[in-house]
């Protein structure tokens, strides 16, 4: 055991001291063209391309390096593939427009406007994430590691994604890979020099359903949210967002916070809600790849846990999906176990064996040969095990629900059995309920209510001899002149709202 420790430090101070022998950033850390004969003039005819890679600085490691750091995916962001030539003006029937240079903290993206008014984005599939780091560490070797751990993610995983969410019945774009030429002049500025020489993905900005009809609007997170506070008209679908959500851990895209989503506000029905449904976006994390070193593991099992690598089995699948915590406290709220169960047995029903190997036969085919039969036989065995990792995600939601109004009046009732506690909420001047659902004491500890603003009445009614006083009842009454009715034991009051950080209707970050 103790040579085994010895051997163990004696690796962890050499990978160290490789990396820190770096000393300051690589310079020319990039490849400077995807083609790899870029020496040779690409016709201006060109239409297509091949043996480009995505990133074949990746891949220029040895094997003390990828044992110690990870092999991630770096033998498909070498891989030779092929893809046709990005054309401004035949990319789309009538051509593309270009817009407002855009992007993330490591994604650069041009938006792109065509005749009808579709809105499109191009965006590269290499990443730097130098834009994420501070200032003072951005001359140091630590963006040379954060660029490696690109690695960990498959530059293609975004083209399994569309045949994969059309079966589950979530909304989807359909990403096309695109070789953008170094002269091509719609790329000549200083913003857009990524670009040059490199692959990238065209999409439709608004993941919609075609099968769907057309919203009244697409909206981001930050208004879907604001809307959802403002009034009780606006409503989350909640079965749909769960849908997503079950298909984001199962496809193991980790990075699914509230900047990652658009939302489709339908026109309300004639006195009834106007409902809010999810669509996803930006599918870079699909099938991540991080702990198959000693480094990685060490980041993603102890420091960064939430980073959780694609396999057979779900690692860790509440640090997985706590990335879309804000989404999921706030719009999973009112689903029951039974509800949860039934989203991920029909989501086993929607992908059987030949859907996902179509979707497989969607990398290219040297980076299929590379990883198509481990990641569809690891697809096979995260789709037996959905209802599984569904009672984990309940079990999560369940123990500390949060449950508000919104910036109108409100009447909440909570209602107190021997064996449960049920919660509904109407607004102030109507009868419809816009909120209900059972509690029982062996899943749930504590619900917490927040009023908001609007003069809200919170009534307490105990049935039977013997009310139970699990879970509590926490309540914060908001704005406005809020009353409590019939409090008893197990029942905390509090006119104020909650701590702005920590507040129901804190707008999210994007």
């Given at each position: 055991m103790i040579l085994l420790r010895l051997r163990f430090y004696t690796l962890m101070g050499g990978a160290l001291a490789g990396l820190l022998a770096t000393g300051c950033v690589r310079k020319q850390f990039f490849q400077p063209d995807a083609r790899l004969d870029a020496t040779a003039a690409l016709p201006a005819a060109a239409d297509?391309?091949?043996?480009?890679?995505?990133?074949?600085?990746?891949a220029r490691h040895g094997g003390l390096y990828n044992a110690l750091v990870g092999r991630h995916h770096r033998p498909s962001w070498a891989a030779p593939v092929a893809a046709p030539v990005f054309n401004m003006r035949t990319a789309r029937p009538g051509g593309l427009?270009?817009?407002?240079?855009?992007?993330?903290?490591?994604?650069?993206?041009?938006?792109?406007?065509?005749?009808d008014g579709r809105a499109y984005?191009?965006?590269?599939?290499?990443?730097?994430?130098?834009?994420?780091?501070?200032?003072?560490?951005?001359?140091?070797?630590?963006?040379?590691?954060?660029?490696?751990?690109?690695?960990?993610?498959?530059?293609?995983?975004?083209?399994?994604?569309?045949?994969?969410?059309?079966?589950a019945g979530v909304p989807r774009?359909?990403?096309?890979?695109?070789?953008?030429?170094?002269?091509?002049?719609?790329?000549?500025?200083?913003?857009?020099?990524?670009?040059?020489?490199?692959?990238?993905?065209?999409?439709?900005?608004?993941a919609l359903a075609p099968e769907r009809?057309?919203?009244?609007?697409?909206?981001?997170s930050v208004k879907a949210f604001g809307s959802l506070f403002a009034s009780p008209a606006r409503r989350f679908d909640q079965p749909a967002l769960l849908r997503a959500r079950l298909l984001d851990a199962w496809l193991g895209d980790w990075d699914r916070h509230a900047g990652?989503?658009?939302?489709?506000?339908?026109?309300?029905?004639?006195?009834?809600?106007?409902?809010?449904?999810?669509?996803?976006?930006?599918?870079?994390?699909?099938?991540?790849?991080l702990d198959d070193g000693v480094l990685g593991w060490l980041i993603g099992h102890v420091i960064i846990r939430h980073w959780v690598t694609f396999g057979p089995r779900y690692k860790a699948p509440v640090a997985q999906l706590s990335n879309g915590e804000y989404l999921d406290?706030?719009?999973?709220?009112?689903?029951?176990?039974?509800?949860?169960?039934?989203?991920?047995?029909?989501?086993q029903r929607r992908l059987p064996d030949s859907v996902i190997e179509r979707a497989m036969r969607r990398l290219p085919p040297a980076v299929y040969a590379l990883e198509g039969p481990r990641t569809l036989a690891a697809f096979q065995a995260r789709r037996d095990h959905l209802p599984a990792l569904a009672e984990t995600f309940y079990r999560e939601l369940a123990r500390q629900p949060r449950i508000a109004g919104t910036n109108e009046a409100e009447r909440f009732e909570i209602h107190r059995y021997a064996d449960s506690t049920v919660v509904a909420v109407f607004p102030a001047k109507g009868t419809a309920t816009f909120y209900r659902r059972a509690f029982v004491p062996t899943e749930t500890k504590r619900i917490q209510l927040e009023g908001l603003g609007g003069d809200d009445v919170f009534v307490?009614?105990?049935?039977?001899?013997?009310?139970?006083?699990?879970?509590?009842?926490?309540?914060?009454?908001?704005?406005g002149t809020d009353e409590l009715r019939q409090p008893g034991s197990g029942v905390r009051f509090e006119q104020d709202s909650v701590p702005a950080g920590k507040a129901f209707d804190k707008l999210p970050e994007e």
């Amino acid at each position: 055991m103790i040579l085994l420790r010895l051997r163990f430090y004696t690796l962890m101070g050499g990978a160290l001291a490789g990396l820190l022998a770096t000393g300051c950033v690589r310079k020319q850390f990039f490849q400077p063209d995807a083609r790899l004969d870029a020496t040779a003039a690409l016709p201006a005819a060109a239409d297509s391309v091949r043996n480009v890679t995505a990133g074949r600085h990746y891949a220029r490691h040895g094997g003390l390096y990828n044992a110690l750091v990870g092999r991630h995916h770096r033998p498909s962001w070498a891989a030779p593939v092929a893809a046709p030539v990005f054309n401004m003006r035949t990319a789309r029937p009538g051509g593309l427009r270009p817009g407002k240079v855009g992007g993330g903290f490591n994604s650069t993206s041009l938006n792109l406007t065509a005749p009808d008014g579709r809105a499109y984005v191009i965006r590269t599939v290499d990443k730097d994430p130098i834009r994420a780091t501070p200032m003072a560490v951005r001359g140091t070797f630590l963006v040379n590691v954060l660029r490696d751990n690109v690695s960990s993610t498959n530059p293609y995983a975004a083209l399994l994604v569309p045949p994969l969410a059309r079966a589950a019945g979530v909304p989807r774009s359909s990403p096309q890979l695109f070789y953008v030429r170094p002269d091509d002049p719609a790329f000549q500025t200083d913003s857009l020099v990524h670009f040059r020489g490199q692959l990238a993905y065209l999409e439709e900005k608004a993941a919609l359903a075609p099968e769907r009809p057309a919203p009244a609007a697409v909206v981001n997170s930050v208004k879907a949210f604001g809307s959802l506070f403002a009034s009780p008209a606006r409503r989350f679908d909640q079965p749909a967002l769960l849908r997503a959500r079950l298909l984001d851990a199962w496809l193991g895209d980790w990075d699914r916070h509230a900047g990652q989503w658009s939302w489709a506000v339908d026109a309300p029905a004639p006195g009834g809600f106007a409902p809010i449904r999810p669509l996803p976006k930006d599918r870079d994390m699909v099938i991540y790849r991080l702990d198959d070193g000693v480094l990685g593991w060490l980041i993603g099992h102890v420091i960064i846990r939430h980073w959780v690598t694609f396999g057979p089995r779900y690692k860790a699948p509440v640090a997985q999906l706590s990335n879309g915590e804000y989404l999921d406290r706030r719009a999973l709220n009112q689903l029951t176990r039974a509800q949860f169960q039934a989203a991920a047995r029909d989501l086993q029903r929607r992908l059987p064996d030949s859907v996902i190997e179509r979707a497989m036969r969607r990398l290219p085919p040297a980076v299929y040969a590379l990883e198509g039969p481990r990641t569809l036989a690891a697809f096979q065995a995260r789709r037996d095990h959905l209802p599984a990792l569904a009672e984990t995600f309940y079990r999560e939601l369940a123990r500390q629900p949060r449950i508000a109004g919104t910036n109108e009046a409100e009447r909440f009732e909570i209602h107190r059995y021997a064996d449960s506690t049920v919660v509904a909420v109407f607004p102030a001047k109507g009868t419809a309920t816009f909120y209900r659902r059972a509690f029982v004491p062996t899943e749930t500890k504590r619900i917490q209510l927040e009023g908001l603003g609007g003069d809200d009445v919170f009534v307490i009614e105990n049935h039977g001899p013997v009310a139970r006083c699990s879970p509590a009842i926490r309540i914060y009454g908001g704005l406005g002149t809020d009353e409590l009715r019939q409090p008893g034991s197990g029942v905390r009051f509090e006119q104020d709202s909650v701590p702005a950080g920590k507040a129901f209707d804190k707008l999210p970050e994007e």
